[in-house]
């Protein structure tokens, strides 16, 4: 379990990485459509994770893990909204999970609310103990060669210029 602590709440508390990712995902077989033509809010396990790490192997991949809980986890999304919206899809990709342990029909509202235009998932305390989540947000920003090139605790709107920088000098590195 992680500790909640960006948000002064005390408690332990379960949280998930937030749903990101691109056009090249929604060919994912797991990844099926809505009807609307989003990617729908499906559970994650720690292997299928995985499993998206290596298929975006060659690309800068951006992982978010996030609560609906967190104002610092909205902020961070809005601006990954951005980013994703902006940026060479061919180049990168975000991908968000949302750890709270909860169902994807309840985090469907607040994705939609948000208008997330990145697939989002669900996952569980197996995602929370293979990449150590002790607190929400964090996010990953993995190399085009899979390592993790920076970690994010946390987002303050001073950060946003230093990751669109980062994910655009690891976009175009060959």
């Not at 500790?3 to 998930?16: C, S, T, V, W």
């Not at 995902?25 to 994770?49: F, H, M, N, Q, W």
């Not at 909204?81 to 909860?102: C, H, K």
């Not at 996010?139 to 210029?161: A, M, N, Q, Y």
Request: proline fraction near 5%; hydrophobic fraction near 40%.
């Amino acid at each position: 379990m992680m500790r909640n602590e960006f948000f002064g709440m005390g408690g332990l508390r379960i949280f998930a990485l937030g749903g990101l990712l691109s056009g090249a995902l929604l060919l994912y077989p797991g990844c099926p459509l809505a009807d609307d033509g989003r990617p729908e809010i499906k559970k994650l396990s720690v292997e299928e994770l995985r499993g998206i790490v290596r298929e975006n192997k060659g690309k800068v991949l951006v992982l978010n893990f996030w609560s609906t809980l967190s104002s610092i986890s909205r902020e961070e999304m809005t601006f990954l909204n951005i980013l994703y919206g902006t940026g060479n899809n061919e180049a990168f990709e975000i991908i968000g999970v949302n750890v709270e342990g909860v169902e994807p029909d309840v985090i469907e509202p607040f994705v939609e609310m948000m208008h997330i235009k990145y697939p989002v998932f669900v996952g569980g305390n197996d995602i929370v103990e293979a990449y150590d989540l002790q607190f929400v947000p964090i996010t990953f920003i993995l190399g085009k060669d899979g390592r993790v090139r920076h970690k994010e605790i946390g987002f303050s709107e001073k950060e946003r210029p230093k990751l669109k920088k980062l994910v655009e000098r690891l976009s175009a590195e060959g």
